[in-house]
């Protein structure tokens, strides 16, 4: 359905201010989280996705959320005392307040090969966990009109180091003799993830995306080729995308590193989106694959300082007519995004709903 823009839509109805910034919030045709589905679920945005149309949704009633110093619900999370601790199979993390994360201590893995994990690894049990607790503690933290974003820490790869390191992970990932364990690991790590889904969906309806975390590069390159990605990790993925789609929600993927090269396996994985670091070139990589896969955009940086309000509208009207193509809709990306004006936001906000309400 289209909605063309009406001028009214400019009158600020409130300000919204989050880790991420302050937006100004307008007086738009649908809810946030509704556009945030028209735009990521079926590629048909209302207006240009800018971030503030996401509400964190990371209850402490999964482990990992408490142990990764990433907890947004209702109840309030101190990670300076609270974060760290063991995760939902027993392995133990330390936060690190210096980078507002967690991490498992190196050099004293849990296992060292895949040759014996099936006697090794215990798996949790879901139902254990207290859900209909957690259901009545953020019973009013869902009711929201911004989309909820639910974000599940510690994917396939990731998985594999916090049980080995970094070092034997990768090197079982090569290994044609572990590679097969690895396979069967992947497969049943992607049903736990599939339990673990519906179970939020079962007690929390009105989530609208899950945002699924897995690293594959650094800052230059990535760690192993697309052929080994496609080969060991993508069967797993795609498992998990098609169930979250089947339910019918968003599916959307985090992955630090120097990435390009692995766009094609997001796309094969079933991503709808994925916002690289700016280390990645986005533009590129939109052109390249913008009509497979939404891709997030940090905008041309300039310094609000020097920039008269009106070269930052133009340069919003630039990005809306390069990003907001038919067919081939984008985000902008949140991160190192803290130079982006209101002036300029208004006006990526009413050229984008020009664009798409035509």
């Known amino acids: 359905m289209k909605y063309p823009f009406k001028e009214s839509e400019l009158k600020v109805t409130g300000k919204l201010t989050s880790r991420m910034g302050s937006y100004e919030l307008y007086d738009f045709p649908v809810t946030m989280a509704e556009n945030v589905r028209a735009t990521l679920g079926k590629r048909e945005p209302i207006w240009e996705c800018m971030g503030y149309e996401c509400q964190l949704f990371t209850p402490r009633v999964m482990p ?25 199979f027993g392995i133990e993390w330390e936060y690190v307040p210096q980078v507002g994360g967690s991490m498992v201590r190196p050099g004293n893995p849990f296992m060292e090969d895949m040759y014996d994990w099936e006697k090794m690894i215990v798996w949790p049990d879901i139902d254990a966990w207290d859900w209909a607790g957690s259901e009545e503690e953020n019973r009013d933290y869902v ?16 998985r594999l180091i916090s049980f080995m390191d970094f070092e034997n992970a990768i ?33 929390f309806p009105t989530i609208t995306s899950f945002y699924m975390h897995d690293d594959w590069g650094s800052q230059k390159e990535t760690f192993f080729s697309p052929s080994l990605v496609e080969k060991m990790i993508v069967p797993s993925m795609r498992k998990v995308t098609d169930h979250i789609h089947a339910r019918g929600y968003i599916a959307e993927l985090h992955s630090c590193g120097q990435i390009r090269k692995q766009v094609p396996n997001m796309i094969l994985a079933g ?49 809306v007519r390069e990003f907001c193509q038919p067919g081939k809709p984008s985000v902008i990306n949140r991160g190192d995004t803290g130079f982006l004006t209101d002036a300029f936001r208004e006006e990526v906000y009413k050229q984008s709903r020009i664009a798409y309400g035509k």
């Open 64 to 88: 990992e959320n408490a142990v990764r110093g990433m907890v947004f619900e209702a109840k309030p999370f101190d990670n300076n005392t609270m974060a760290g601790g063991k995760d939902m």
């Open 143 to 158: 009711k929201t009109d911004r989309a909820l974003q639910t974000w599940i820490q510690t994917g396939w790869f990731e």
């Open 171 to 203: 090197m079982a990932l090569f290994d044609e003799d572990q590679q097969p364990l690895i396979l069967d690991f992947f497969d049943k790590l992607a049903d736990l993830y599939i339990d673990i889904i519906d179970h939020y969906i079962d007690h």
């Open 271 to 319: 991503w709808d989106t994925w916002s690289g670091q700016s280390m990645n070139d986005a533009r590129a990589i939109y052109e390249e694959y913008g009509d497979k896969i939404v891709v997030g955009i940090i905008p041309d940086v300039f310094d609000p300082a020097t920039t008269s309000v009106e070269e930052q509208r133009e340069r919003a009207r630039d990005f």
